[in-house]
Each structure stands twice: as structure tokens, then as C-alpha cells.
């Protein structure tokens, strides 16, 4: 079966940022392509490449109240008052704190977000 150049093009787009992201499922192409079926593809047994996971840290600065760094926890995560306290505790004693950790584009949405609450933030590998 034959699929129309368009979508060609667009699954070649995909393919490339999936290899570029290490989120690749082999066998994909064969199917997209039609040469294999999905039956095919389920007996083999197809490799899955995850995207590997990004910590949000909090440095410490001289600048944000305790109490504001805890309600920007709360308000960004949605985590609970202990929680957040928890958190900005380790970033004022240690001085940085892994506030979250997944995936690179929640992490940098998560990390723009404690921007804007201008808090100093770093992405780092897990």
C-alpha cells in the first residue's frame, strides 16, 4: 500500500527528530511503509529508546524570601506545603535542590516557569 508523499515527508520529519530525541520504536518505518505488519511488528521484538530523563534544580540566591520560593513550588508543581518547604529548605542549606525530574520539554516549560518567578534554575541530565 502506498502512501501519499506528503505524508512521507512528514513521517521522514518525524522519524529524524525521533532519532535526534532517542525516542525511536524499530520496526515503525516498516509499518509506516507498508513492507511488515502490525501483527509482524508485535511478534518481533521491537526496541524501544526512551528519552533519557532531565533534573529542574533550584540554585539558592540572596534575593527570594523562603516563603516565595514555597508558594512558587506550590503554585508551578502543585506540590503540597510540606513538600515545597522540603525543597526550599535543601536549596537554601545546600544551596540547589532537584525540584523535578522527566522528560527535556516539560523540563524546560517547568524551568521557563520558575524563570518568569525569577528563580535561578539549571536543566541537567539525570
Same mark, same amino acid.
Given at each position: $500500500? @502506498?502512501?501519499?508523499? &506528503? ?5 521522514d520529519?518525524?522519524? &529524524? ?8 520504536v524499530?520496526?515503525f ?6 513492507? #511488515?505488519?502490525?501483527? !509482524? %511488528?508485535?511478534?518481533? *521484538? /521491537? ?10 534544580v533550584v ?6 524570601? $523562603? /516563603?516565595?520560593?514555597?508558594? =512558587?513550588? &506550590?503554585k508551578v508543581?502543585?506540590?503540597?506545603? /510540606?513538600? #515545597?518547604?522540603?525543597?526550599?529548605? *535543601? ?5 540547589? /535542590? ?7 520539554? @516539560?523540563? !524546560?516549560?517547568?524551568? &521557563?516557569? %520558575? *524563570?518568569?518567578?525569577? %528563580?535561578? =534554575?539549571r536543566?541537567?541530565k539525570?
Open positions: $500500500m @502506498k502512501r501519499p508523499i &506528503r505524508m512521507k515527508v512528514e513521517f520529519a518525524m522519524e &529524524r527528530r525521533a532519532r535526534e530525541n532517542s525516542l525511536w524499530s520496526g518505518s516498516e509499518w509506516f511503509n507498508g513492507s #511488515a505488519s502490525v501483527e !509482524e %511488528l508485535i511478534e518481533s *521484538q /521491537s526496541t524501544i529508546l526512551v528519552e533519557a530523563p532531565w533534573n529542574v540554585l539558592n540566591d540572596p534575593v527570594n524570601l $523562603m /516563603s516565595y520560593v514555597v508558594s =512558587v513550588f &506550590r508543581f502543585g506540590y503540597n506545603e /510540606s513538600k #515545597a518547604t522540603e525543597l526550599m529548605l *535543601q536549596v537554601h542549606e545546600i544551596g540547589r /535542590s532537584v525540584v523535578w525530574t522527566g522528560g527535556l520539554e @516539560k523540563a !524546560e516549560a517547568f524551568a &521557563r516557569q %520558575l *524563570q518568569r518567578h525569577l %528563580l535561578l =534554575v536543566l541537567e539525570a
